[in-house]
């Protein structure tokens, strides 16, 4: 019975997006963002750490990174995909009142909330953590920075995938 399913989804045609709900139109660009945030600060947050290991004098070759750098995404990932929702959630929402309130402002208030709410989440977890910070890139303002710009280049792309046409 499932194959039924299967072969009439691979079957129909795509839809119209003109017929699609605006909020699955949101949804899925909301989607696409967070994944593009996720993986932006695991491969940061990875590479980070693998630079202070080469500070210290250990030598990492290329196939080491990449294999590291793999199996954050798969470990690592989904939990900082976790706390970057819990950021993004408020943050996002009274980007988006904002956003009805002022139109032209919509895409930067759409970024900024998106870094605003990754750096709140992430430091709401280092209070709660019993060692000193959960992740080590964002220890110092120069990685929280850059894992906050994963975000925030997140955030943009939601802004330009939910403009109003």
């Not at 019975?1 to 045609?13: A, E, N, Q, V, W």
């Not at 630079?51 to 210290?56: F, I, R």
């Not at 309130?101 to 977890?125: E, K, S």
Request: hydrophobic share 55%; proline share 7%; net charge positive.
């Amino acid at each position: 019975m499932s194959t039924y399913f299967i072969m009439k989804i691979m079957s129909s045609s795509p839809p119209d997006p003109a017929q699609n709900p605006r909020w699955t139109r949101h949804l899925s660009a909301l989607l696409l963002a967070w994944l593009l945030a996720a993986a932006w600060g695991s491969v940061v947050q990875t590479q980070w750490n693998l630079q202070a290991l080469v500070g210290v004098g250990v030598d990492i070759p290329a196939a080491v990174r990449a294999r590291t750098t793999w199996q954050d995404l798969i470990g690592f990932g989904p939990m900082y995909g976790g706390i970057l929702a819990a950021g993004w959630l408020p943050a996002l929402g009274v980007a988006a009142w904002l956003g009805r309130r002022w139109p032209a402002w919509r895409g930067p208030l759409l970024a900024a909330a998106a870094g605003i709410g990754m750096v709140a989440a992430v430091r709401t977890v280092d209070a709660m953590a019993p060692m000193p910070v959960f992740i080590d890139a964002t220890r110092h303002l120069p990685g929280l920075l850059v894992m906050a710009a994963g975000a925030t280049l997140a955030g943009w792309l939601y802004a330009r995938l939910t403009v109003r046409r």
